[in-house]
DNA sequence: GCCAACGTTGGC
DNA sequence: GCCAACGTTGGC
């Protein structure tokens, strides 16, 4: 028995991994998450789960490409590495703190879904999706199906 | 267990 | 570059 497919968003700045890298790597685990809530969506993901992948901190905020989850969460192999940025000295093999999954590329948007426009449908996204949430700074956020629809309809 | 200080995120 | 909001750390 197969649960249902489920929908995330993620952010990614693409200074760092943008959805053009995305596409030209193909998979790439999502390493770097030092967030407990945004672990624990990760965690809660399963193969074949729909992606929106989001540019932050850029010129244009907004949803750029979708892309699958393409493994079951793991450990995090940053963690253990001593000169990476997301070294945790706290973290042990033992009892791994942090968990990633792996992401496929699908598709790049014809054009970006800015964040200033998906703010003009709050009220059909509902006033509770973290991604326009005041304050909210969740990198790794569930989607329910009608959000994904919803914002992949602006395209 | 409280909470001030600090560091980070991310829009603007 | 600024700064609001948030999460974490560490002294007490």
Redesign the pocket.
């Known amino acids: 028995m197969t649960a249902r497919r489920r929908y995330w968003l993620m952010?990614s700045?693409p200074d760092a991994f943008s959805i053009d890298d995305l596409q030209r790597v193909g998979t790439e685990p999502w390493t770097g998450v030092?967030?407990?809530?945004a672990r624990n969506n990760m965690r809660a993901m399963q193969v074949g789960d729909g992606v929106l992948f989001y540019h932050?901190?850029?010129d244009v905020?907004g949803i750029v490409g979708t892309a699958t989850v393409a493994s079951v969460p793991y450990p995090d192999p940053t963690q253990f590495e001593a000169k990476s940025d997301y070294f945790d000295p706290?973290s042990t093999h033992a009892e791994p703190r942090w968990q990633l999954v792996d992401v496929s590329f699908e598709r790049k948007l014809a054009r970006t879904i800015a964040?200033?426009e998906i703010r003009q449908h709050a009220d059909k996204l509902g006033e509770e999706f973290a991604l326009i949430r005041?304050?909210?700074?969740?990198?790794v956020l569930p989607v329910s199906a009608a959000q994904w629809k919803l914002l992949l309809s602006l395209e």
């Open positions: 952010k700045e030092r967030n407990y809530q932050s901190s850029c905020p706290k964040l200033e005041r304050g909210s700074r969740l990198s």
